[in-house]
């Protein structure tokens, strides 16, 4: 079993920047694609950006699509969101997550271990 600890998250302008990181231990994060979505209040969980186990391969939703950047370096057993030109409706909270089986996945449903999440602000 993998824990998943994330953290970066915060208040910041519009246009602003913030990093999320994602901690892994208990297992190493290699063995795992990897994936961030997001809640905001009233609404469901979504996805945002999913990257494959080497790193090589990623996938955005549209939304974050040339603004949001995942990677990961699996020797710091850690995966990273960049998040620039932020917009108030990115405001959520953020949640990494493992999948076991999947290559790249957007849905929820495939993800097995979650972290505890991360709230963003974004004001404008």
């Known amino acids: 079993q993998v824990q998943l600890v994330e953290s970066g998250g915060g208040l910041v302008q519009a246009g602003g920047s913030l990093r999320l990181s994602c901690a892994a231990s208990?297992?190493?994060?290699?063995?795992?694609?990897m994936g961030w979505f997001r809640q905001a209040p009233g609404k469901e969980r979504e996805f945002v950006a999913t990257?494959?186990?080497?790193?090589?391969?990623?996938y955005y939703a549209d939304s974050v699509q040339g603004r949001f950047t995942i990677s990961r370096d699996n020797a710091k057993n850690t995966v990273y969101l960049q998040m620039n030109s932020l917009k108030p409706e990115d405001t959520a909270v953020y949640y990494c997550?493992?999948?076991?089986?999947?290559?790249?996945?957007?849905?929820?449903?495939?993800?097995?271990?979650w972290g505890q999440g991360t709230q963003v602000t974004v004001s404008s």
């Open positions: 208990g297992r190493t994060l290699s063995n795992y694609c």
């Open positions: 997550a493992a999948d076991v089986f999947s290559s790249l996945s957007s849905n929820t449903l495939t993800y097995d271990y």
């Open positions: 990257i494959n186990r080497s790193g090589g391969s990623t």
